[in-house]
């Protein structure tokens, strides 16, 4: 059975920081590639970062880059999202979803295990 443990989200002011954490209940992660996506009010999913089962060279959003890092811990069964310096348009609901092949390339989140996701909301 596939199970998602999630946390971390929460409010902040732009320019705070938060860390997502997501975690495998039942099954490995380290195996696999794991995605992050969003979800704005009123607007489409988008992918947001990717780490791969070796955690050489994640991807990201233009948007986040330079901003946000992605991460993982073996020995936890977790991959993190770190974000920094967050702003307003990153409000929205966080997923992650594990892919089950060891690369990022191509990743959309189709044919994904997802999380439960958790908010995030950056307001003054």
């Known amino acids: 059975q596939v199970q998602l443990v999630q946390s971390g989200g929460g409010s902040v002011q732009p320019g705070g920081s938060l860390r997502l954490s997501c975690t495998g209940s039942?099954?490995?992660?380290?195996?696999?590639?794991v995605g992050w996506f969003r979800q704005a009010p009123g607007k489409e999913r988008e992918p947001v970062a990717c780490i791969s089962s070796n955690a050489d060279s994640p991807s990201y959003v233009d948007s986040v880059k330079g901003r946000f890092t992605v991460s993982r811990d073996y020995a936890k069964n977790t991959v993190y999202l770190e974000m920094n310096n967050l702003k307003p348009e990153d409000t929205g609901v966080y997923y992650c979803?594990?892919?089950?092949?060891?690369?990022?390339?191509?990743?959309?989140?189709?044919?994904?295990?997802w999380g439960p996701g958790t908010q995030v909301t950056v307001s003054s």
């Open positions: 979803a594990p892919r089950r092949v060891d690369y990022c390339s191509g990743y959309d989140g189709h044919g994904g295990s």
């Open positions: 039942g099954f490995p992660l380290g195996p696999f590639a």
